[in-house]
Structure formats: C-alpha cells, structure tokens
C-alpha cells in the first residue's frame, strides 16, 4: 500500500486550528497556575476584592505557622489566602475554603459552599473548634455581616482568630472577638475606598516589625 499524497492528508482550518491552540493553553493553566490568584476573575457583585500577591504571601505565611506543623486551617471568604495556602505546596496543612461563590468548588472537598447568612450552616464532617486558626474576610462592611461572620469564627476555631476587615469594624470587632488591631497593613489588587486592616486575638509576627 502506497504513501498518501500531501493533498490526502487533513487539514485543519484556521478556525479550528485556532481552538484547538486555545484549548491546550487552557489546559496547561489548570496544572502549572491550578492556585495561581488571578485564575478566577473578582465578582464585584459578590464584595469580591483580592489580595495583592504580597498580602496573600504574607497571610498565609502567618496562618501556616499560627497553625503549626500538621495543622488546620478555615479559610473564611478569603480565597486569595487559601489559593496562596495551597500554591506554597505545604501538603502537611489541612485546608479548607468556606466561599459563597462556587466557582471555587473546582477546588474538590477542600471547597465548602458558605452562607454568611447561614453562619453555622455546615456539613456533618465540620465539627466544631476543628480548626487551629481562623481566617476570615466578611465580604459586607456591615454590622449585620461581622456578627453573623464571627458566629461561623468561633464555631469552627480552637482558639486563634485573623480577621481582615475595614478599619471602621475595629469597634465591633474587639466586641464580637476579642481581636486587636495590628500594625499590617494588608493591600488590594485594586484601590478600595476604606481602610483595610487586620485583627489577631494572638501574639502574631503581623504585629511586630511592620
């Protein structure tokens, strides 16, 4: 049987050469960038602001060692700090992002739909005071969604708490937590029009040297 001629052999148009390419770029980002903080687009509807690269760097390595060595970690309404969490290969952490927005859910088990509404909404294998730190981000500068937040945050911490809120919540914060201001000032992919600031219930790194 004889060779087929160069007419014989497929090809593909522009079109669909053009998807194709596109199709393995795509691919090639869900592995090598699966954690990378840009995946997933900020959803203003949903309060959604990220993290600069160098707050969420600098978060998770506070809850990662706030945590200890084989600890857990909640991630509340703050998928910037779990999506650094898990892009530093720290495999010995337990992990877990409580998100409104499900897109999130790629993530697999470590995904937890949550509901600031429903703050202790939560399935059977989240028990309570499972976690070695708490943090969490309320998604509204409201009264209303700081307490029902905080609700969720002493349900599922041990003990130590990382609250990143906006400066005028520091009032109710310290009332519904027991938390402090500290001297790290986090930043924002985007300029927000408050000020943004963390609260700790421990003796942190983030207080000190800043």
Wanted: with cysteine; aromatic share 12%; glycine share 4%.
């Amino acid at each position: 049987m004889s060779d087929l001629e160069d007419d014989d052999v497929p090809q593909l148009s522009s079109h669909a050469l053009a998807a194709l390419q596109e199709f393995y770029a795509e691919k090639n980002q869900c592995g090598g960038d699966k954690y990378n903080v840009g995946r997933i687009e900020e959803n203003w509807q949903l309060s959604q602001f990220w993290y600069s690269q160098e707050t969420a760097l600098h978060l998770a390595k506070e809850v990662t060692a706030a945590a200890g060595e084989g600890g857990r970690v909640a991630c509340v309404s703050t998928p910037s700090v779990y999506l650094k969490l898990r892009e530093l290969h720290r495999e010995d952490l337990a992990v877990h992002l409580f998100e409104y927005d499900r897109r999130f859910s790629i993530y697999g088990e470590e995904f937890i739909f949550y509901d600031y509404n429903n703050p202790l909404d939560f399935p059977v294998n989240i028990a309570p005071h499972s976690f070695d730190i708490v943090i969490a981000d309320p998604p509204y500068l409201s009264e209303e969604c700081l307490r029902k937040t905080s609700e969720t945050i002493k349900y599922l911490t041990q003990g130590k708490i990382l609250l990143c809120t906006g400066a005028v919540m520091e009032e109710e914060a310290a009332k519904l937590l027991g938390v402090k201001m500290c001297k790290f000032i986090p930043k924002h992919t985007r300029t927000l029009a408050n000020e943004f600031r963390c609260y700790l219930n421990y003796d942190s790194q983030l207080d000190h040297d800043m």
